[in-house]
């Protein structure tokens, strides 16, 4: 296998990479992907064909999915893109073409059409934010929603 040169910039490059992360408050996160950079100089890790779980205290699970990822390790903010799809252990599925998160800001958000499908009820409409402290979720715009079995 000849030895490839990564591009300036990039401090490393990985592939079939995992990554894991304990938040401050017991939240555990880890991010499987076939392939990651890291820029120290721009704090940014950069992720292609993602498969996130994060764990949050008290047994909130999140399967996410994506085609690709970049995090801000420095700011904890993270933008998905990509046939984006966010599954609880509740039963929810969030489907979308990007999410970003703000960990100063405590939510998720997005501008594109966004479809929440629950096991009683079924949401779509265009730009999504959820307060993750409030446990708020609003659609923006365009809402439909369907309620019993869609």
């Known amino acids: 296998m000849p030895l490839r040169v ?10 079939d990479l ?11 996160l880890e991010i499987r992907a076939k392939k990651g950079q890291y820029m120290r100089e721009e704090g940014k890790a950069f992720f292609e064909g993602i498969h996130a779980i994060i764990e949050r205290p008290g047994g909130e699970k999140y399967t996410v999915t ?12 993270a933008g998905i893109y990509g046939n984006v799809v966010i599954v609880t252990n509740r039963g929810d599925r969030i489907t979308t073409d990007s999410i970003h998160y703000s960990e100063k800001e405590r939510k998720l958000w997005t501008e594109d059409r966004v479809t929440h499908e629950g096991p009683r009820m079924k949401i779509q409409g265009r730009g999504l934010v959820v ?20």
């Open 6 to 15: 990564i591009p300036e910039g990039i401090d490393m490059q990985v592939q």
């Open 66 to 77: 994506g085609d690709r990822a970049i995090v801000g390790t420095e700011q904890r903010t």
């Open 131 to 150: 307060y993750l402290d409030k446990k708020e979720l609003q659609l923006k715009e365009q809402v439909k929603a369907w309620v019993g079995k869609p």
């Open 18 to 28: 995992v990554y894991t992360d304990l938040g401050n408050e017991g939240t555990k």
